[in-house]
């Protein structure tokens, strides 16, 4: 049983496409799954747009009028899914629906497969930023993973018994949380190469908003660090 998840925030002029995809590469395609729309309190008419086509595709819908939160809403469309794996990834038709295949086909070589971005076209100062977040993970936790914050995931079921259940910490980076946790469990984590192709800046999380974004990072990263040495 696959849960597919996928996220999206103020998404009216291409979440239809989206699932419309989705729906044709991957969800046709596997036996037994389940596809779970998690709407985050969008004021552009999105929800709308899902339930518009929502019979058609035999979706499930879930979040809030109002705004959760990227974190919130990850562990709350993780809660309601019933798959023995999960698989999450951010909308706003960033990612390659072609590209579930690649970490399904390693499902069974880690509980935790990250999609590792490749060929990006969003700004440099993100891609920057990026790479400062995975050196820094590297480094403080010592946990070695190239692309820590992915927005496209696989899970098995061991990482949602054994990390989503614990109190997680992070509001922003909860991928990364994720990843550390999981490495600390003595899970196993694996990375394939998947392609990027943001079009615009961020909605879930604007450029402007990244210095107050990175304190908060830093805060939480102290009280995980803490908590993994007890």
């Known amino acids: 049983m696959i849960s597919v998840i996928l996220l999206a925030h103020n998404e009216a002029g291409s979440i239809q496409q989206e699932i419309a995809a989705f729906n044709d590469v991957v969800i046709r395609h596997l036996p037994r799954h389940e596809l779970i729309i998690a709407e985050d309190g969008s004021s552009d008419g999105t929800r709308a747009r899902i339930e518009g086509v929502r019979e058609r595709y035999g979706l499930t819908i879930v979040g809030a009028v109002e705004r959760l939160g990227y974190a919130r809403a990850v562990r709350n469309a993780v809660a309601q899914a019933s798959g023995d794996f999960i698989f999450i990834c951010d909308g706003g038709e960033k990612h390659d629906p072609a590209d579930f295949w690649k970490l399904y086909d390693r499902r ?52 949602v018994d054994q990390v989503f259940a614990s109190s997680l910490l992070f509001r922003g980076f909860i991928s990364t949380e994720i990843a550390v946790r999981a490495s600390k469990c003595g899970l196993r984590c694996l990375e394939v190469p998947v392609s990027y192709r943001r079009g615009r800046t961020s909605r879930g999380l604007p450029l402007r908003n990244m210095p107050r974004a990175v304190m908060r990072l830093l805060a939480d990263s102290w009280t995980l660090k803490r908590e993994l040495r007890t």
């Open 108 to 159: 069974h070589d880690a509980d935790l497969i990250a999609g590792r971005r490749t060929e990006r076209s969003d700004q440099r100062s993100r891609i920057y930023l990026t790479s400062a977040l995975n050196l820094f993970v590297r480094l403080f936790f010592g946990v070695d993973m190239r692309d820590a914050d992915s927005g496209i995931r696989l899970y098995n079921r061991r990482v």
